[in-house]
């Protein structure tokens, strides 16, 4: 099976601007999940959407949103960018039935950043 | 709310030392325990879960509801094993889930 990918893996943005990151998960995956990366706050939840519903939110401001596709396909977007939100943004799978189940798997992530 | 504590932030032992990574986790209900690994330049990957209770990679972690620890063990460390490794609690809400990850303990295996 292929992995999760992401598109794309960088971007440079500026202050103010919105921007739009995409993750497709593994076949046969329904839910994915989103976690921000950065040195000072770690590994932190943003949000996870299962069969096209938000079923769990993090402690993040509304500028960060996300959806999910009938494919299971996820985007997640940010609005009104901070430098703060520099960070690497990955994006999880969950196996939600057979011997994985409940195992995340992780893409290599979108680095994003803020100037 | 739940919370994962990993006290050390850089681990280094010589190859063939025993390996002990700490984890502490807090959570008012039956929680499910990961160990995840990052690699230089890889993604980060599961390394093993307490429900599975294998040993993977020479690696093994005890869930103790006691103490609320998961720590992580190997008897003798190979220098393969330098990486960041992630502590994370998973917890069943609302009918979904997520991870809830520790702040990672660098491990340095030096020869």
């Known amino acids: 099976k292929a992995g999760v990918t992401q598109t794309p893996r960088y971007l440079i943005k500026t202050r103010g601007q919105q921007v739009t990151l995409s993750c497709s998960p593994i076949s046969g995956h329904r839910s994915v999940s989103w976690y921000q990366q950065t040195p000072g706050q770690g590994l932190q939840f943003l949000f996870e959407y299962f069969s096209e519903t938000q079923r769990n939110k993090g402690n993040f401001p509304g500028r960060f949103s996300g959806r999910q596709f009938s494919n299971s396909r996820s985007e997640m977007n940010v609005s009104t960018l901070e430098l703060g939100d520099s960070a690497l943004y990955l994006c999880?799978?969950?196996?939600?039935?057979?011997?994985?189940?409940?195992?995340?798997?992780f893409g290599p992530g979108t680095r994003l950043t803020v100037l | 709310a739940q919370r994962v504590t990993q006290p050390e932030k850089l681990l280094s032992v010589f190859k063939g030392a025993p390996v002990e990574l700490k984890c502490n986790y807090s959570y008012s209900g039956s929680p499910e325990l990961f160990w995840y690994v990052q690699y230089s330049r890889q993604r980060l990957q599961l390394l093993l879960r307490?429900?599975s209770r294998e040993s993977i990679k020479g690696f093994t972690a005890d869930l103790n509801k006691g103490e609320t620890s998961f720590h992580l063990k190997k008897p003798f460390a190979q220098e393969e094993d330098s990486a960041m490794y992630y502590c994370a609690l998973s917890a069943i809400t609302g009918g979904g889930n997520k991870l809830t990850f520790g702040t990672g303990t660098q491990l340095k295996v030096e020869l």
């Open positions: 999880a799978s969950t196996a939600t039935s057979g011997s994985s189940y409940n195992e995340q798997f």
């Open positions: 307490h429900i």
